[in-house]
């Protein structure tokens, strides 16, 4: 046993973790919450130049990383600061599937993919389908020359910025089967696209996602016809890897800020860390915030491996980490009191952006429910 | 024991339900049920038809233009307001500053102050939050100096919600430096135009300006705009604290809330099911409501007495720790049932500006913003741990 991070990786940490600091602070971050691109396109190209961006694929896709604990370990430095870039939408899921699935050529992409030049999104869940990752009633119809999809994506993470879109859409079968699902690789100014861009909660930007008419050939599709499930449900696991060690880095932080509050804030004449309920509250959290790390190296040292150990794993982690998020930004803001309820202050976008996990790549019910399913019942 | 209405309480019931039937404008019902913003002009609209029909005061004596109810008549018409989504009544003129005044105030004071209430002349504000005074209000440092017939006061508050509606403010405002911190506090009512106060609004996690904070720089305000004594404030503060927890439960807002709830989990689809036959969120509803049945009879149990002549107490700090927490439940629930559709950041007040198409169900648009929102609900008028205090103290006597 080991879990100590390799030197390669502890210099990327190193060397991430400073240069988010000196990018990101509490102004930058509401400045970016009221942009237009939800993004900044300078911390971009600075991560792509760090070789950040290069970090989560493997050598053979033209990164030099590309391991579960090369994603834990640049995703929690990014919650750590509460970044709101990309990277998890163009890296992780986009670059993800086209390494996983991509022909030869589709893959020539990826180069500009690591070097920061181009941007992708993930156009999966519908309306109607919770996180559900079979559960696909967008269409794909063949005609002579190739396809034509229809139907409706839902909260599509950097889907404006984005030059290509990752679409699912069935090709056979029902409407919650893992058969007859096929992926597209549709670029952004297809005719029959429509975007309806908004910000998000947790920052950043997304967009609803029409398909009518779409008519793409052939060689957009991603993989074999109908065979898209094991591509999504592995890029699934990475990307829920991915959140996963955001949200512990988000909550490294929230603890940092609260633990801080809890020694400056005087209330009857003493700090309001001296009293004894809230000492045993934040013990708490901190107790919750190690069973957090714990679950993320389970999943980071998992995620590389056999599907079903991966899959149980996956659902465990994303379970607890959704409810610890809960707890630590609730109990947070609590302790903080009115301050924490602010949006000038720092803990605000923090707090929401940990809430916001939740409700990315399945919910803490969700994937209670999918691990009774795999590994209990 | 006997856990149902008398006839005249039910003939009462169904009084209230006809009334807010006919008379409850359906745009305003809507923006509650959509839990959206309401603006200062629908607050004062309803405030209006209520004190048209002479309901718009439950807490106040006749003779003050009040409605007289006992403690479960208020809730009866309480609990049938947030079942109709009527907007709630602006708590700060009706439900605080109201029986302080008509307490301790002057009959010169009732007679000025306690109709402009009613009419909406006066939007008050409360003054009791400072920077460094929260959940330990007594060591507040905004002070009062005499000067002649006025008094100058300097300082700052905070946390003064519809701050930018109000052209009152009653403020808790130190008198003395000697002796124990609740003892040189003055209540003084003070006109939010004079000479020297600004207000800065303080936007939320959810977006939204709801709070501020205001600052007095040597604002002169008569002596005369004192209620009761000098120092004695603190005491005034006491009582309304008690008066601003009869309806702390927030008993109807959580049965409304429920109710929503219940919709979308129906409207919702899991697994190609509406939601609510999900066994696993089925559980987490069922938790809530069964937490919800018990806290409202021991919400009436607490009422009865008060309908009885005594004062709710230390009870009071049970039920707003209880009802605050089903209340987020709730929400939090909520925010899960509306799966994806949470994440959409829906600022009203961006809304307002700009022509952004709206995104997903209607129902699921404010969703997160109330989550966010009512976080506050354990926080502000003496936090949960300041009640947990107060019952461990008073009830347990630890």
């Known amino acids: 046993m080991n879990f100590e991070l390799t030197d390669e990786r502890q210099m990327l940490q190193d060397s991430l973790r400073r240069f988010l600091n000196d990018n990101y602070s509490n102004e930058k971050i509401r400045s970016l919450l009221d942009s237009d691109t939800g993004h900044s396109v300078d911390i971009w190209s600075g991560l792509a130049e760090m070789g950040v961006i290069g970090a989560l694929f493997s050598e053979a896709d033209g990164g030099y990383g590309g391991a579960g604990f090369d994603l834990s370990t640049v995703f929690e430095e990014l919650g750590r600061v509460g970044a709101v870039d990309p990277l998890l939408d163009t890296a992780v899921l986009g670059g993800g599937v086209i390494a996983s699935a991509g022909s030869s050529t589709q893959k020539v992409l990826l180069e500009s993919i690591i070097d920061g030049s181009m941007h992708l999104a993930f156009a ?46 069935r090709s056979a079968g029902d409407v919650d089967s893992t058969q007859g699902i096929s992926l597209f690789l549709v670029p952004a100014n297809t005719d029959g696209l429509t975007l309806t861009d908004f910000p998000l909660a947790s920052g950043g930007r997304a967009a609803e996602l029409l398909l009518e008419n779409v008519r793409l050939d052939g060689s957009a599709l991603l993989g074999n016809e109908g065979d898209g499930f094991n591509t999504l449900e592995l890029a699934n696991a990475r990307a829920t890897l991915a959140i996963c060690a955001e949200a512990l880095g988000l909550m490294e932080t929230i603890r940092a800020l609260t633990t801080d509050y809890l020694k400056i804030r005087k209330q009857f004449g003493q700090p309001i860390g001296k009293f004894q309920v809230l000492q045993h509250r934040m013990a708490d959290v901190l107790t919750e915030i190690e069973q957090a790390r714990s679950a993320v190296i389970n999943l980071a040292g998992h995620v590389d491996g056999a599907r079903d150990a991966r899959e149980k794993h996956v659902s465990a982690t994303k379970n607890l980490i959704g409810l610890v998020g809960k707890l630590v930004a609730e109990e947070s803001i609590q302790m903080h009191g009115g301050i924490g309820m602010t949006e000038e202050y720092e803990l605000g976008h923090l707090a929401r952006r940990l809430v916001m996990v939740d409700h990315r790549l399945g919910d803490s019910m969700h994937h209670l429910e999918r691990f009774i399913d795999l590994a209990v019942a | 024991m006997n856990l149902n209405y008398t006839d005249t309480q039910i003939q009462f019931r169904e009084e209230v339900r006809a009334f807010l039937d006919t008379n409850l404008p359906e745009a305003l019902s809507t923006k509650v049920r959509l839990d959206k913003t309401l603006t200062k002009a629908e607050h004062e609209q309803w405030h209006a038809i209520l004190n048209d029909k002479g309901w718009l005061a439950g807490n106040w004596p006749v003779e003050y233009g009040g409605t007289g109810w006992d403690a479960i008549n208020r809730h009866i018409f309480e609990d049938e307001m947030a079942r109709a989504h009527a907007p709630r009544i602006v708590p700060f003129g009706i439900a605080m500053f109201g029986p302080v005044l008509q307490e301790f105030g002057s009959v010169e004071q009732k007679d000025y102050y306690l109709p402009k209430v009613l009419s909406g002349e006066h939007w008050w504000c409360q003054g009791y939050s400072e920077p460094g005074a929260g959940s330990d209000l007594a060591s507040l440092k905004t002070r009062a100096e005499r000067d002649g017939d006025d008094y100058i006061v300097n300082g700052q508050k905070t ?62 305000v008569p002596v005369a705009n004192r209620v009761g004594e000098e120092n004695k404030g603190w005491t005034y503060a006491k009582y309304l604290l008690t008066h601003e927890r009869t309806n702390i439960a927030g008993i109807g807002f959580a049965t409304a809330g429920l109710d929503s709830l219940k919709r979308i989990a129906r409207n919702e689809m899991s697994k190609g099911k509406p939601l609510i036959k999900n066994p696993h969120f089925a559980a987490q509803l069922a938790r809530i409501e069964i937490d919800l049945m018990a806290m409202t009879t021991t919400n009436l149990r607490v009422i009865s007495q008060a309908a009885a002549g005594k004062a709710p107490g230390a009870e009071s700090s049970m039920l707003k720790i209880k009802g605050s927490e089903i209340r987020q439940e709730i929400n939090a629930l909520t925010r899960s049932a509306v799966g994806c559709y949470a994440m959409p950041f829906v600022s009203e007040e961006l809304e307002r500006g700009s022509n952004q198409l709206p995104v997903g169900p209607e129902y699921a648009r404010s969703v997160t913003g109330t989550y966010l929102n009512n976080r506050k609900l354990s926080i502000y008028g003496g936090s949960n741990e300041i009640q947990r205090t107060i019952i461990s103290k008073t009830l347990l006597e630890l």
């Open chain 1, 124 to 169: 999966h869940g519908e309306p109607q389908s919770r996180y559900e990752l079979s559960r696909v009633s967008c269409t794909a119809r063949r005609e002579a020359n190739g396809f034509v999809l229809d139907g409706q994506k839902s909260v599509v993470v950097n889907a404006t910025a984005a030059d290509y879109l990752i679409v699912s859409a």
């Open chain 2, 159 to 220: 946390w003064t919600t519809l701050g930018q509606h109000a052209n009152m403010i009653f403020c808790l405002v130190r008198t003395a430096k000697e002796g124990k911190p609740q003892e040189g506090i003055s209540f003084l009512l003070i006109d939010m135009h004079s000479e020297g106060i600004k207000v800065r609004p303080i936007v939320l996690i959810d977006g939204e300006p709801e709070v501020n904070e205001v600052f007095f720089d040597n604002v002169r």
